[in-house]
DNA sequence: AACATTATCTGCTTCTATGCAGATATTAGC
DNA sequence: GCTAATATCTGCATAGAAGCAGATAATGTT
């Protein structure tokens, strides 16, 4: 953080991730379930198919843990579990295409306020931003599995 | 969501949104706290001085739970409580700028791989990014009062 | 001065996510 | 085919967060 340009950013980047997560937070509570289920669900929706030790890995839970999740995910009816046919003691786990639990209510006005910001940026400004979240995006995923390794 | 650059913001915002949550519980459960607790820490060392009420507000809890909490995170050393001189029913709770949990290490590796992304940037870019950071910041806010209010 | 209101705290209870260890089922290696 | 390794599931135990209702203390209101 040397140029002076990125100084003032180091101010306002940390409350902004701080906001944002405290939105996640919210949003979880709002729908009725824990942080880690209602992102589970997320992960499992944007990734696609997985077996039950793969997102063990990525929620950081053991697979005691996970499998209890998924029961959850799959009683509330966001998740289904799919057997493998290529190894029959996998469990595949793929998102239900459903929103059963109010969720885009729950982000309606993060939807509201977040477009309003958005939409007054020109296209030029959008590009940046698009393409800043799509770089940013795999580096929190490698953040996050650099901070479970190094415990 | 009309604009045919808003569009691929869309696919790609949701999924950043998603990772930044997710490293916000492994980065809480790397120092061993609950994602409430790191992020109303983070919420006071932001905001300042507050009393419990109006942090029960912003985290959503009711008093008696804020109680506890500030009581935990007073047993780590991150908070404080002041009486306050004008009223001695309210009790003001500040944060300690003292990093007695980990954070800093714990937040590390983000540091490092999101460093890369923006050092990759243009001024201009850095720029746009910065001032959008700064007005989503409020907008979350937002809506998470939304959001609470909803129920 | 008496009463109502507000702010925080405490005792108690509940709920739920998680870990751990062992069970079960399946595949892989020799 | 027998043994070892792997993947998921189950039983049990625990910890910890949060709610609720009542207690306490301070302020404001008439």
Redesign the interface.
């Known amino acids: 953080?040397s140029?002076p340009?990125?100084e003032?950013?180091g101010a306002?980047?940390?409350?902004?991730?701080?906001?944002?997560?405290?939105?996640?937070?919210?949003?979880a509570?709002?729908v009725g379930m824990g942080?880690?289920d209602l992102?589970a669900t997320?992960?499992l929706a944007?990734h696609g198919r997985m077996t039950s030790g793969e997102l063990a890995a990525k929620t950081?839970l053991t697979t005691g843990a996970t499998t209890r999740l998924i029961d959850r995910l799959e009683q509330r009816g966001l998740v289904r579990r799919v057997p493998d046919p290529a190894d029959r003691r996998r469990v595949l786990v793929e998102a239900v295409a459903t929103d059963a639990i109010g969720l885009d209510?729950?982000l309606a006005?993060?939807r509201?306020?977040?477009?309003?910001?958005?939409?007054s940026?020109s296209?030029e400004?959008?590009?940046?931003?698009?393409e800043?979240?799509?770089?940013?995006?795999p580096?929190?995923?490698?953040?996050?599995e650099?901070?479970?390794e190094?415990?």
């Not at 902004?16 to 937070?25: D, F, I, K, R, T």
């Not at 509201?112 to 939409?119: D, H, P, Q, T």
């Not at 580096?139 to 996050?144: L, M, Q, S, T």
């Open positions: 953080m140029r340009d990125l003032r950013l306002v980047y940390p409350r902004y991730l701080n906001a944002v997560v405290l939105h996640g937070l919210a949003t509570q709002a942080p880690t992102y997320g992960t944007f950081g209510d729950a006005p993060a509201e306020k977040l477009g309003a910001v958005f939409v940026c296209a400004e959008i590009a940046t931003l698009t800043h979240f799509e770089r940013a995006t580096a929190f995923h490698e953040a996050i650099a901070v479970r190094a415990e």
